[in-house]
């Protein structure tokens, strides 16, 4: 029986020295030299291999960085300008400060203010309800409900609320990997600036159909009607093709367009809450809170 | 006479023939019409027309846009009213030419009478012309340019051409009607696209289950005497009128995967297609009408109907004249309940290719709640094509496009059978179809 | 404009649910469970009701509070595996010990692998099994139950059992094999009569709920396996017929192996996996220390299915 205990643990303990010494020389000699940057830059990155940065994951990202002249094409939206000067200063490069983003819905077609006019039977995915006809609503551009955004992103920070069919960006949670833009079929998300505390305003429709033929359509579409480009003194609003554009980068939230808007289409968030002046206001500051929540 | 299919699947859902008593009947033209420019497989036909002209019955209204495009030819006389975007069946935004309705004045040179022309013209450039300026198009459902299908190139060499008049789709009787009502004129015009091919042995297939026309189609071959055109029975098997299932029928070769039919030396024609070519052919009239079936389920027997409407009517204004849209239709289908698909929108009008409206009950096509995969195979039997869908669904959720391709989901001709035969509800076809069209279009980037 | 359905297509569907065709194999075990309460009594209709409903009631309680399912449930697959598993046991066997297989039938084998589709073993084997192993002395009590017809039988041991013990010299002389095709003297529900069994599997097969390659297999490999064997050596193997009337051949190859979930899809892997098991259940039977094999054999080679899947497939339509 003791013989038995002993010849057990000495084989084993044998096999045990045999085999670690191949595995070592086989690390030895199969190494592949790698550049050790790569795993430093590795170790500083978010590691959440969203892809947001266009390369395959962290590791890729990090391979690219140390290969690349330069850091002007690679840029992680996840870890931010913190993340890159950690890896700028790894690489002894410089790094172009990018202004933080965040995904904005580009719809506001709730329920109410978008009728439904079919009833949709198929698979619950929108690139498959895209696939097939122009939506459930009147509105062949906006919102098709079926949450692929929200199933694409690894971070938590879209839901679709029942209520009004849309989703909702969790904009503590978004950090701007663009998943949820590539998963929409309409193109309805958009990666916007963050904005001095997060007050951000944007157009929340992308309907591009006539003025009449969208608001017969959904009731907070942007018709194109260009009240918005004749207030903005900023010259930052454009009107193409019967759709208003803001863009972020002229854009300095005087909020003159958000008052103007006939239906409601241009939304300002995070906003301080201000008294109620008059009635017009009120259904803005309805959106605020909507976008809020 | 003996019955030929398929080798591979297939399902056999209730044919549901309801409407094949009823006549052919002639629908009156509505005060407008609209015609879309895209009424063929390729690109939309631009517009040749300005608005305030006035145009005549068989006039040409827009042009081909491309080498897969077809003319398109009013349907009615009268004046232009608009040339604007319209929505289409599926609400998508389609270019349409508003037509007021003003009398029944046809284009000059457009044969009406109703004499049978048995003489083919003997010069084959100028009968695919006749073809090609009549906008024919295949009438099957793919809506393919009939004048390109009918000239594959100096290599090819067809061997056959087949007559599909299987209509395996439950519900449909337009094919059926017309191969009783005008047995002649489509042999005739599976005779004239016979000789377009180099004079090459030429099959009629029809199922089973429609006897009627096999006798009235197998006379009027007997009398008309042209030779090598032969009818055959086909067995009643969903896919049984698919391109690739009837030409394994009817000549057993195999179109190999991305292949072309005529690449077996076949060349597939629906028997809608062949009245159209036999009426461009000889009697100069373009593809402005066609056979469209009113029917489902949930409509009663004796409001069932077989029309012969024009192009550019709106399908509202064929439910109305049909005496409405029945109350517990819970879905509206243009084409067969197998590969139709769902109108959206009730304004959009008849095109070339219309085949039905068709109203299915709540209880008829609802879809039940998906399960789980109970592995029982019943999709891997049912599919055509020898695809697993329950395997090629797992990877077309998980989005693994390598192994699609591997699978062949790329060789899915969406007949709907698998979703059709899952006892688990999965919506197997919806997700593989998103998968095909992935994956075509990696293959074609690849190229 | 009213609101009507969208969707792709098909817009019919042929109106086959999963739950309609485990109705169907409930049906098709119907003959077999009447022969059994006929001959075994009210015994036995406690061990089947027992089974069924305990299948039934702790899958719909997993289902309900555990995965939190909302929606119509179907209790008909596990009414199949109650069945299947009261069919295998003795009617002896106390009402607990019937519930702990049907505990670990559909709670171990079935819902912890997630539910229905998701096993890897046949889950009325797995109970049965776990109760072979554990209560062996209830499992193989053949003491006959009074039934409601009159028999003359006497004898509670199984021929399978017997033979284990003594060979085939302790093998009664002349069994009559038209009478076991019949009626099996000794055994479980499941092995009482060929008969009711194979009208079952027939219908089956004319109902297209299962293809018949799988049972076809079994009972060829065992025929031809046992064949080989007793063309040798008579004296010491039992012979082809001997082998596919006794025991829990017929029950388990028209019933267990043909499980949609735990075997293979294609027709010629079926084959193979009718094989595997066809020749694991008669070395079971003639070099094992347990009289039977079926249950090891199916369970074995449920392992194997995801394997043989992988090995044959459809031909594929253009594609040499």
């Given at each position: 029986?003791?013989?038995?205990?002993?010849?057990?643990?000495?084989?084993?303990?044998?096999?045990?020295?045999?085999?670690?010494?191949?595995?070592?020389?086989?690390?030895?000699?199969?190494?592949?030299?790698?550049d050790?940057?790569?795993?430093?830059?590795?170790?500083?990155?978010?590691?959440?291999?969203c892809?947001?940065?266009?390369?395959?994951?962290?590791?890729?990202?990090?391979?690219?960085?140390?290969?690349?002249?330069?850091?002007?094409?690679?840029?992680?939206?996840?870890?931010?300008?913190?993340?890159?000067?950690?890896?700028?200063?790894?690489?002894?490069?410089?790094?172009?400060?990018?202004?933080?983003?965040?995904?904005?819905?580009?719809?506001?077609?709730?329920?109410?203010?978008?009728?439904?006019?079919?009833?949709?039977?198929?698979?619950?995915?929108?690139?498959?309800?895209?696939?097939?006809?122009?939506?459930?609503?009147?509105?062949?551009?906006?919102?098709?409900?079926?949450?692929?955004?929200?199933?694409?992103?690894?971070?938590?920070?879209?839901?679709?609320?029942?209520?009004?069919?849309?989703?909702?960006?969790?904009?503590?949670?978004c950090?701007?990997c663009?998943?949820?833009?590539?998963?929409?079929?309409?193109?309805?998300?958009?990666?916007?600036?963050?904005?001095?505390?997060?007050?951000?305003?944007?157009?929340?429709?992308?309907?591009?159909?006539?003025?009449?033929?969208?608001?017969?359509?959904?009731?907070?579409?942007?018709?194109g009607?260009?009240?918005?480009q004749?207030?903005?003194?900023?010259?930052?609003?454009?009107?193409?093709?019967?759709?208003?554009?803001?863009?972020?980068?002229?854009?300095?939230?005087?909020?003159?367009?958000?008052?103007?808007?006939?239906?409601?289409?241009?939304?300002?968030?995070?906003?301080?809450v201000?008294?109620?002046?008059?009635?017009?206001?009120?259904?803005?500051?309805?959106?605020?809170?909507?976008?809020?929540? | 006479?003996?019955?030929?299919?398929?080798?591979?699947?297939?399902?056999?859902?209730?044919?549901?023939?309801?409407?094949?008593?009823?006549?052919?009947?002639?629908?009156?033209?509505?005060?407008?019409?609209?015609?879309?420019?895209?009424?063929?497989?390729?690109?939309?036909?631009?517009?040749?027309?300005?608005?305030?002209?006035?145009?005549?019955?068989?006039?040409?209204?827009?042009?081909?846009?491309?080498?897969?495009?077809?003319f398109?030819?009013?349907?009615?006389?009268?004046?232009?009213?608009?040339?604007?975007?319209?929505?289409?069946?599926?609400?998508?935004?389609?270019?349409?030419?508003?037509?007021?309705?003003?009398?029944?004045?046809?284009?000059?040179?457009?044969?009406?009478?109703?004499?049978?022309?048995?003489?083919?013209?003997s010069?084959r450039?100028?009968?695919?012309?006749?073809?090609?300026?009549?906008?024919?198009?295949?009438?099957?459902?793919?809506?393919?340019?009939?004048?390109?299908?009918?000239?594959?190139?100096?290599?090819?060499?067809?061997?056959?051409?087949?007559?599909?008049?299987?209509?395996?789709?439950?519900?449909?009787?337009?094919?059926?009607?017309?191969?009783?009502?005008?047995?002649?004129?489509?042999?005739?015009?599976?005779?004239?696209?016979?000789?377009?091919?180099?004079?090459?042995?030429?099959?009629i297939?029809?199922?089973?289950?429609?006897?009627?026309?096999?006798?009235?189609?197998?006379?009027?071959?007997?009398?008309?005497?042209?030779?090598?055109?032969?009818?055959?029975?086909?067995?009643?098997?969903?896919?049984?009128?698919?391109?690739?299932?009837?030409?394994?029928?009817?000549?057993?070769?195999?179109?190999?995967?991305?292949?072309?039919?005529?690449?077996?030396?076949?060349?597939?024609?629906?028997?809608?297609t062949?009245?159209?070519?036999?009426?461009?052919?000889?009697?100069?009239?373009?593809?402005?009408?066609?056979?469209?079936?009113?029917?489902?389920?949930?409509?009663?027997?004796?409001?069932?109907?077989?029309?012969?409407?024009?192009?550019?009517?709106?399908?509202?204004?064929?439910a109305?004249?049909?005496?409405?849209?029945?109350?517990?239709?819970?879905?509206?289908?243009?084409?067969?309940?197998?590969?139709?698909?769902?109108?959206?929108?009730?304004?959009?009008?008849?095109?070339?290719?219309?085949s039905?409206?068709?109203?299915?009950?709540?209880?008829?096509?609802?879809?039940?709640?998906?399960?789980s995969?109970?592995?029982?195979?019943?999709?891997?039997?049912?599919?055509?094509?020898?695809?697993?869908?329950?395997?090629?669904?797992?990877?077309?959720?998980?989005?693994?496009?390598?192994?699609?391709?591997?699978?062949?989901?790329?060789?899915?001709?969406?007949?709907?059978?698998?979703?059709?035969?899952?006892?688990?509800?999965?919506?197997?076809?919806?997700?593989?179809?998103?998968?095909?069209?992935?994956?075509?279009?990696?293959?074609?980037?690849?190229? | 404009?009213?609101?009507?359905?969208?969707?792709?297509?098909?817009?019919?569907?042929?109106?086959?649910?999963?739950?309609?065709?485990?109705?169907?194999?409930?049906?098709?075990?119907?003959?077999?469970?009447?022969?059994?309460?006929?001959?075994?009594?009210?015994?036995?209709?406690?061990?089947?009701?027992?089974?069924?409903?305990?299948?039934?009631?702790?899958?719909?309680?997993?289902?309900?509070?555990?995965?939190?399912?909302?929606?119509?449930?179907?209790?008909?697959?596990?009414?199949?595996?109650?069945l299947?598993?009261?069919?295998?046991?003795?009617?002896?066997?106390?009402?607990?010990?019937?519930?702990?297989?049907?505990?670990?039938?559909?709670?171990?084998?079935?819902?912890?692998?997630?539910?229905l589709?998701?096993?890897?073993?046949?889950?009325?084997?797995?109970?049965?099994?776990?109760?072979l192993?554990?209560?062996?002395?209830?499992?193989?009590?053949?003491?006959?139950?009074?039934?409601?017809?009159?028999?003359?039988?006497?004898?509670?041991?199984?021929l399978?059992?017997?033979?284990?013990?003594?060979?085939?010299?302790?093998?009664?002389?002349?069994?009559?094999?038209?009478?076991?095709?019949?009626?099996?003297?000794?055994?479980?529900?499941?092995?009482?009569?060929?008969?009711?069994?194979?009208?079952?599997?027939?219908?089956?097969?004319?109902?297209?709920?299962?293809?018949?390659?799988?049972?076809?297999?079994?009972?060829?490999?065992?025929?031809?396996?046992?064949?080989?064997?007793?063309m040798?050596?008579?004296?010491?193997?039992?012979?082809?017929?001997?082998?596919?009337?006794?025991?829990?051949?017929?029950?388990g190859?028209?019933?267990?192996?043909?499980?949609?979930?735990?075997?293979?899809?294609?027709?010629?892997?079926?084959?193979?996996?009718?094989?595997g098991?066809?020749?694991?259940?008669?070395?079971?039977?003639?070099?094992?220390?347990?009289?039977?094999?079926?249950?090891?054999?199916?369970?074995?080679?449920?392992?194997?299915?995801?394997?043989?899947?992988?090995?044959?497939?459809?031909?594929?339509?253009?594609?040499?």
């Amino acid at each position: 029986m003791t013989h038995t205990i002993v010849w057990t643990i000495l084989i084993l303990a044998g096999l045990g020295l045999l085999l670690s010494l191949a595995l070592f020389w086989i690390a030895r000699k199969f190494k592949v030299e790698e550049d050790p940057r790569i795993d430093e830059i590795e170790k500083v990155m978010p590691g959440a291999n969203c892809g947001g940065c266009g390369f395959a994951g962290c590791r890729a990202f990090a391979d690219a960085a140390v290969k690349a002249p330069n850091l002007d094409n690679n840029y992680c939206p996840v870890g931010g300008n913190d993340v890159m000067k950690k890896v700028a200063a790894i690489l002894g490069y410089e790094v172009k400060e990018k202004a933080p983003m965040v995904a904005v819905v580009r719809c506001n077609g709730t329920c109410e203010a978008r009728p439904r006019t079919s009833v949709y039977d198929g698979d619950s995915s929108c690139r498959i309800k895209a696939s097939l006809y122009s939506g459930d609503t009147a509105c062949p551009f906006g919102c098709l409900g079926c949450g692929d955004c929200a199933a694409a992103c690894q971070f938590g920070a879209l839901t679709m609320d029942p209520a009004t069919g849309l989703p909702v960006v969790d904009q503590e949670k978004c950090t701007a990997c663009g998943a949820c833009v590539k998963a929409c079929p309409k193109g309805v998300m958009e990666l916007r600036a963050k904005g001095p505390r997060n007050m951000r305003v944007y157009v929340s429709c992308i309907n591009k159909d006539k003025g009449a033929v969208a608001r017969k359509a959904c009731l907070s579409a942007c018709i194109g009607c260009g009240k918005c480009q004749k207030v903005c003194a900023q010259d930052a609003i454009t009107v193409e093709n019967n759709l208003a554009y803001i863009d972020f980068s002229k854009c300095k939230l005087c909020k003159k367009c958000v008052a103007e808007c006939p239906t409601g289409a241009i939304h300002a968030v995070n906003f301080p809450v201000l008294p109620p002046k008059k009635t017009a206001d009120a259904p803005a500051a309805e959106k605020k809170e909507d976008n809020n929540a | 006479m003996r019955k030929i299919t398929f080798g591979i699947g297939g399902v056999h859902p209730d044919d549901a023939k309801i409407s094949r008593g009823c006549a052919i009947e002639i629908l009156p033209l509505p005060e407008t019409v609209y015609v879309s420019m895209a009424q063929h497989l390729g690109a939309p036909a631009n517009p040749v027309v300005a608005v305030g002209d006035s145009v005549k019955v068989g006039q040409v209204i827009a042009e081909p846009a491309g080498f897969i495009s077809a003319f398109v030819h009013s349907p009615v006389s009268g004046t232009v009213k608009s040339i604007a975007p319209r929505k289409d069946m599926m609400g998508n935004n389609v270019m349409h030419v508003e037509i007021a309705v003003e009398g029944d004045e046809w284009a000059e040179g457009i044969d009406l009478s109703s004499t049978l022309v048995k003489e083919i013209p003997s010069d084959r450039a100028a009968i695919l012309d006749r073809i090609k300026a009549c906008g024919i198009v295949g009438l099957g459902g793919a809506t393919f340019p009939t004048h390109v299908k009918l000239n594959p190139g100096p290599d090819a060499h067809p061997e056959c051409l087949i007559v599909n008049g299987a209509e395996c789709e439950p519900y449909l009787t337009s094919d059926f009607r017309i191969m009783v009502e005008r047995p002649a004129e489509i042999v005739v015009g599976a005779a004239i696209m016979k000789k377009v091919l180099g004079d090459c042995r030429c099959v009629i297939g029809i199922e089973e289950n429609k006897p009627e026309a096999i006798s009235s189609i197998s006379k009027a071959v007997a009398e008309l005497g042209y030779e090598g055109i032969e009818v055959v029975k086909l067995k009643k098997k969903y896919p049984q009128g698919g391109e690739k299932q009837l030409i394994d029928a009817v000549m057993k070769r195999q179109v190999a995967s991305g292949g072309l039919p005529i690449s077996v030396g076949a060349v597939v024609q629906n028997v809608a297609t062949a009245l159209a070519v036999y009426e461009a052919v000889q009697k100069n009239k373009p593809l402005i009408s066609n056979v469209l079936t009113v029917t489902g389920d949930c409509l009663p027997a004796d409001r069932q109907h077989n029309y012969l409407y024009r192009i550019g009517i709106p399908l509202s204004y064929i439910a109305q004249y049909a005496g409405g849209v029945p109350k517990d239709a819970a879905k509206l289908v243009s084409g067969g309940p197998m590969m139709g698909r769902s109108i959206v929108n009730l304004d959009a009008t008849t095109v070339k290719g219309s085949s039905s409206i068709l109203y299915l009950s709540q209880k008829a096509t609802k879809r039940h709640a998906p399960e789980s995969c109970i592995r029982c195979g019943r999709c891997a039997d049912a599919c055509p094509m020898g695809l697993e869908p329950f395997h090629l669904y797992r990877l077309a959720k998980a989005g693994d496009m390598e192994q699609l391709e591997a699978n062949s989901v790329q060789d899915c001709i969406s007949c709907g059978c698998c979703q059709y035969s899952c006892p688990g509800f999965l919506p197997l076809l919806d997700n593989i179809n998103i998968a095909k069209g992935k994956v075509l279009g990696i293959i074609k980037a690849r190229k | 404009m009213d609101k009507y359905l969208v969707s792709q297509n098909p817009h019919v569907h042929a109106n086959v649910s999963s739950c309609s065709l485990m109705g169907d194999v409930v049906v098709a075990l119907l003959p077999a469970i009447v022969v059994s309460v006929l001959f075994y009594g009210w015994a036995e209709l406690l061990v089947l009701a027992v089974a069924a409903l305990g299948c039934i009631l702790i899958e719909w309680a997993i289902t309900r509070f555990l995965m939190k399912k909302p929606g119509p449930y179907c209790g008909s697959a596990a009414l199949v595996t109650g069945l299947l598993l009261a069919m295998n046991l003795p009617p002896t066997t106390p009402w607990w010990v019937v519930l702990v297989g049907s505990l670990v039938a559909i709670g171990v084998a079935k819902m912890s692998f997630g539910g229905l589709g998701q096993n890897i073993f046949n889950p009325a084997i797995t109970g049965r099994v776990f109760l072979l192993i554990s209560f062996p002395t209830y499992m193989t009590d053949w003491t006959i139950t009074p039934g409601f017809i009159h028999t003359d039988a006497v004898s509670g041991a199984t021929l399978l059992g017997v033979f284990n013990e003594g060979g085939v010299a302790a093998l009664p002389e002349n069994l009559d094999f038209g009478r076991m095709l019949f009626l099996n003297m000794g055994g479980s529900a499941g092995e009482l009569s060929a008969i009711a069994l194979l009208l079952g599997f027939v219908y089956l097969c004319v109902r297209k709920v299962i293809k018949p390659w799988i049972t076809l297999s079994i009972f060829a490999t065992i025929a031809l396996v046992s064949g080989i064997f007793w063309m040798v050596d008579s004296t010491t193997f039992t012979g082809p017929l001997f082998n596919l009337l006794t025991g829990g051949v017929i029950l388990g190859a028209c019933f267990m192996a043909t499980d949609y979930v735990t075997s293979p899809m294609s027709a010629w892997g079926g084959v193979i996996f009718g094989f595997g098991i066809g020749f694991i259940v008669m070395m079971i039977r003639y070099f094992g220390s347990y009289p039977e094999g079926m249950s090891f054999a199916i369970l074995i080679m449920n392992i194997f299915v995801p394997l043989i899947d992988r090995a044959f497939h459809q031909k594929k339509f253009g594609r040499a």
